[in-house]
């Protein structure tokens, strides 16, 4: 892809065609996280990418390879505010149609809650946590994060699921 500013559309188009090549083993490891480090760039390339390797049925985001991991943490707070958000929504999303009583969308919910909180552990230890206490922070009525959870309209009872979510990453990736 040589554009420099793809639109949201183009990106997932794009992260689909390099996900399917990975998989098929056409592409090497190293051009996926050289191509995926482009889409990072942008917005729009970082949010399309993220919206296709989380929701899709690729074993990338459940394999990620060492130079994707390499990119993803160069990338910086861009790659972790856009994982926190997608914990976020995919924990809220997961409760909301537990409630609805839909399994299938529950489990995708759940998958992409997964892979989330995995991508979270392996990317920037104190910018994750820097990430994680100002979502915090929103949850408890304070700071930068109350927009974000206010414009979703998130109820207590996700509220709480998303504290509980937030508060297990650190288990396995102690913060030095």
């Not at 949201?8 to 794009?14: H, P, Q, Y």
């Amino acid at each position: 892809m040589r554009k420099k500013h793809p639109s949201f559309e183009e990106a997932i188009n794009a992260a689909s065609l390099w996900c399917s090549a990975w998989e098929q083993g056409e592409l090497s490891d190293e051009i996926l996280a050289d191509r995926v480090s482009e889409l990072l760039e942008t917005s729009n390339g970082s949010r399309g990418f993220f919206a296709l390797s989380l929701s899709c049925d690729s074993p990338l985001m459940d394999r990620l390879p060492d130079a994707l991991i390499f990119r993803l943490r160069e990338a910086g707070e861009g790659v972790v505010d856009l994982t926190v958000k997608n914990l976020v929504m995919s924990t809220a999303m997961a409760l909301h149609h537990q409630l609805n009583k839909k399994p299938e969308q529950k489990a995708a919910s759940e998958n992409i809650q997964r892979r989330c909180i995995e991508l979270l552990r392996l990317l920037e230890p104190h910018s994750v946590k820097k990430r994680l206490e100002s979502l915090l922070e929103g949850i408890n009525g304070k700071g930068k994060d109350m927009d974000f959870l206010s414009r979703w309209n998130y109820n207590d009872a996700q509220k709480k699921e998303i504290t509980n979510v937030i508060n297990s990453i650190p288990e396995s990736n102690k913060y030095p």
